[in-house]
């Protein structure tokens, strides 16, 4: 896994992997952005792989006093993305989650929360990720599997924020 500040060199679509990662852990740090509205970070970025993390507050409460599935879910989703996006040739492709299917296993009520994903299959339309959302312990929290589709970029849909 990279972190932020780590470098690999392999090329990919014209660009070095070191500034892949970067253009995608900067797209995630920008602060007008719904990552940032959470309070999400983006820690680590392999190929394939990526690793966020958020602190609970109580603005994230449900009526039953734990953290609201939506939060879960949102940093499900933005961790299986940022994992396809290592995988994705920026330069021509964008992705977008078509179906995301979510297991809520524990309740959260404090603490910090990190969601770890991996692409389990890339084809040339269709992307497919599984997340584990835990808790600091390492207890897992929920399980989501996502599907995202993979298209061409068009002179009106490109765009960075397309990945």
Do not use: W
């Not at 990662?21 to 970070?41: H, K, N, V």
């Not at 970029?153 to 397309?162: E, L, N, S, V």
Request: contains cysteine; glycine residues 10%; hydrophobic residues 40%.
């Amino acid at each position: 896994m990279v972190s932020e500040g780590s470098s690999l060199e392999a090329d990919k679509g014209g660009m070095t992997d070191d500034d892949r990662y970067r253009e995608i852990m900067q797209s995630r740090s920008d602060p007008s952005t719904y990552y940032a509205l959470l309070g999400m970070r983006l820690e680590e970025l392999g190929e394939g792989t990526s690793r966020f993390a958020m602190s609970v507050e109580p603005r994230f409460f449900n009526a039953g006093g734990v953290v609201h599935g939506g939060v879960l879910a949102s940093i499900a989703d933005a961790s299986a993305a940022a994992a396809l996006a290592t995988l994705v040739d920026t330069e021509r492709e964008a992705i977008a989650t078509v179906e995301m299917k979510i297991n809520y296993i524990s309740p959260v009520r404090a603490g910090d929360i990190f969601c770890e994903a991996r692409i389990i299959q890339r084809g040339r339309l269709v992307a497919v990720g599984e997340t584990s959302v835990l808790d600091a312990g390492g207890r897992l929290l929920a399980k989501a599997m996502a599907t995202f589709l993979i298209r061409e970029k068009t002179a009106k849909g490109a765009g960075k924020r397309d990945i």
